[in-house]
């Protein structure tokens, strides 16, 4: 598995920055998609401790995972989509089993401190796990293994075959399977093992590996060039973070005035594709929970688009997609104010 390959690879050096982790003695679990990452991480991790002293378990609102039995509390996000700091150490006791948090936001973006994070929990919480939900940083934002006890990653993140990812378990990590059947994966994940998925899974982290930072550059250009663009026009609100400060591949903007989905299906005809939110919740309607949270609410959260970069991008295709936008809420929004 691909985890496997970093662990031989650690032999020779311990610091594997393109690969953005940095190596450290490990097994990975093979998955079938982040979500079954998160859940294997969150009830082992839970099932493990559930067996000692106390039963609560801490959790950002990853991806909607949840876990029976567990005290499940959220910590919420700022206004920047960051997870609230002080809200997460004041929820941290000594019988805290697991916490568990996005590496990056997948709605705007925002990076959290993982390291500073594992240290403020431990000093509280010892024996308590951290995993790391790393589906949007993975090979994109910098994160080393010393800080994370679980790191959960999908494939089709970079480029690799949707439907298969991986969960890293740190060496020495106490973890119980949490499904029943034939004990695949060292009893943490049974099933059939996706062989010709995880060899992919491998050749194209292999292939980032190689560009890591050109690939960064690439997506970074191509954001700032179409937020500087969408930037001119009237009415247009930035949710998260500064370009600059957050992850390289994702963007979030308001257009005020206009309705979300109305604009994600015009531009749908001209083959720009956007979203309102996370494949994750796409199929919950309603409001954005995270935008919620970041108090992105009303017309600002009705007119949300995130835009999802990858290095294949260009900086003409960002000037195309700005000018095509333009052109589109002139007319949408006369009509809307009628």
């Known amino acids: 598995g691909i985890f496997e390959f970093l662990e031989h690879l650690a032999v020779a050096n311990d610091e594997l920055e393109a690969f ?56 919420g996000v700022d206004g920047q989509g960051h997870v609230n700091l002080n809200a997460l150490l004041d929820l941290i006791t000594a019988d805290t089993l697991l916490v568990s948090i996005m590496q990056v936001n997948n709605e705007v973006g925002a990076i959290n401190d993982i390291a500073t994070i594992n240290r403020m929990m431990k000093a509280r919480a010892s024996n308590a796990l951290l995993h790391v939900d790393g589906v949007q940083g993975y090979l994109k934002v910098p994160c080393s293994a010393r800080d994370c006890d679980l790191y959960s990653i999908s494939g089709h993140k970079f480029h690799a075959p949707k439907g298969v990812g991986a969960l890293y378990i740190k060496k020495n990590v106490r973890f119980l399977g949490g499904q029943m059947g034939g004990g695949q994966e060292n009893g943490l994940r049974s099933g059939t093992t996706n062989t010709p998925g995880i060899l992919a899974m491998e050749t194209a982290a292999l292939d980032y590996m190689q560009h890591t930072e050109a690939y960064r550059q690439q997506m970074m250009q191509c954001k700032q060039r179409l937020y500087q663009n969408l930037m001119r026009l009237p009415d247009v609100v930035l949710n998260g973070p500064s370009p600059d400060q957050g992850a390289p591949h994702i963007l979030n903007l308001s257009f005020l005035g206009v309705g979300g989905e109305v604009l994600l299906h015009a531009l749908e005809e001209k083959a720009i594709f956007v979203s309102t939110g996370s494949a994750c919740s796409a199929h919950k309607k309603g409001k954005n929970r995270i935008l919620n949270a970041m108090g992105v609410v009303g017309e600002r959260q009705e007119g949300a688009i995130r835009f999802s970069l990858c290095h294949d991008n260009t900086p003409a295709e960002m000037d195309e997609t700005a000018e095509a936008i333009a052109g589109l809420l002139i007319t949408l929004r006369r009509f809307r104010r009628r």
């Open 20 to 75: 953005g982790l940095a190596a450290f003695k490990g097994h990975a679990v093979d998955l079938a998609f982040e979500v079954d990452g998160d859940a294997v991480a969150v009830l082992g991790g839970f099932a493990f401790g559930a067996h000692g002293k106390g039963a609560a378990l801490l959790a950002q609102d990853v991806q909607g995972a949840v876990s029976d039995g567990a005290d499940v509390v959220g910590a």
